[in-house]
T-cell receptor, first 110, second 115 residues
């Protein structure tokens, strides 16, 4: 069964304290790994797509990396406005649907 | 540019009732997918429609149905509502059917509460 697991479930950081979020996947025929950010009561907002092991992408304080079994979202010197739930999802199936993890709820304290 | 538009934003229904949720994709996008997000969990795939045809269906009962119109907008219908159907229902649009090439843009969702 295709599965995407995120850890930790919740993370509290002080402003400026860098850390990483983990996304491990057991998916057959993975066609891409997506990272989204979701604010309370809103839909997920696209951050990155990674396609092959070794690939890295950056956007402001965020950097996403991919290996054959997991992906990491590195947050460098976070700010309170980075507080949100971060979701990863694998693209699978004939419909190319997204299989999501449960998310990591990040809180950055000023 | 208008993003993905969903209506209504909030809805309260009674057990056993039926509900219809609506989605307008980004202009030019031909694929619409529906996801259910229960509080504290990631979204779960319900349906994908491309060019008005169903391309995929997740593990949801037959009480859930959907359709896509010639203008690419879509409706999700849920019959015989259960308390467990309470969730945020998300619509996502994509230019083509293969989201691995294009990615998905999500709407803000419809919050359905079943009492």
């Amino acid at each position: 069964e295709d599965q995407v697991t995120q850890s930790p479930e919740a993370l509290r950081l002080q402003e400026g304290e860098s850390s990483s979020l983990n996304c491990s996947y057991t998916v057959s025929g993975l066609r891409g790994l997506f990272w989204y950010r979701q604010d309370p009561g809103k839909g997920p907002e696209f951050l990155f797509t990674l396609y092959s092991a070794g690939e890295e992408k950056e956007k402001e304080r965020l950097k996403a990396t991919l290996t054959k079994k997991e992906s990491f979202l590195h947050i460098t010197a976070p700010k309170p406005e980075d507080s949100a739930t971060y979701l990863c999802a694998g693209v699978v199936g004939s419909a190319r649907q997204l299989t999501f993890g449960s998310g990591t709820q990040l809180t950055v304290l000023p | 540019d208008a993003g993905v538009t969903q209506s209504p934003t909030h809805l309260i229904k009674t057990r056993g009732q039926q509900v219809t949720l609506r989605c307008s994709p980004i202009s030019g996008h031909k694929s619409v997918s529906w996801y259910q997000q229960v509080l504290g969990q990631g979204p779960q795939f319900i349906f994908q429609y491309y060019e008005k045809e169903e391309r995929g269906r997740g593990n949801f009962p037959d009480r859930f149905s959907a359709r896509q119109f010639p203008n690419y907008s879509s409706e999700l219908n849920v019959n015989a509502l259960l308390l467990g159907d309470s969730a945020l229902y998300l619509c996502a649009s994509s230019p083509g059917w293969d989201s691995s090439n294009y990615g998905y843009t999500f709407g803000s969702g419809t919050r359905l509460t079943v009492v």
